[in-house]
């Protein structure tokens, strides 16, 4: 802060200013500091853990292939794959038996649609960007209290991919969203 803005008081020298000013700054600095503190504290507390958020009776996970009512077979095992990866890698569960198991998660996957996203219309139509949609019915059980944790009969996310990724690679995405969207709501209702 310029000295000729602060006020000036009678019998202050140029020294005290400058102490006053330095003073200033030393406080001005520390509110934003506390505030970015706070706010990398509070984002780190955000992460997708959800290792304490699951309910400490279940310890078992069974995850039985997902039912595919699409065409897109190639979905079956990787959609089931990439759930049991997000549910035994972000959370406590371990992998359990069909028979055994303190929980379940199953699901069918009822939808499966590609659409254009972005484009240029006129005599030649250009696309520059599309997205793949999946619609999934799923259900997470409590086995031990014989409960539905969560459930969603028409879970829908999408993965968007310019024409030079691929198909593929808009299909993946969605397979995280859908991943990271059902472990983080079972995690909620608990």
Known sequence: ????????????????????????ALVSLRVP???????LTALAACGYSFRSQLAPHLNT??????????????LTQTLTDALTREFLNRSSLRPGTEDAADAELRGTISGFDERAVTFESGEDVRVFTRQVVITLDVELLDRVENRTIWS?????????????????????RAIVKIAETILSHAAQDF
């Open 61 to 74: 996970l069974y995850i039985p292939t997902l039912v595919n009512e699409t065409s897109e077979f190639q």
């Open 152 to 172: 969603n009969p028409n879970l829908s996310e999408f993965g968007e991919f310019t024409e030079s990724e691929g198909r593929d690679r808009g299909v993946e």
């Open 1 to 24: 802060m310029p000295s000729d803005l602060l006020p000036s008081e009678p019998g202050r020298s140029r020294a005290a200013a400058r102490g006053r000013r330095s003073a200033f």
């Open 33 to 39: 500091l506390i505030a970015v503190g706070t706010l």
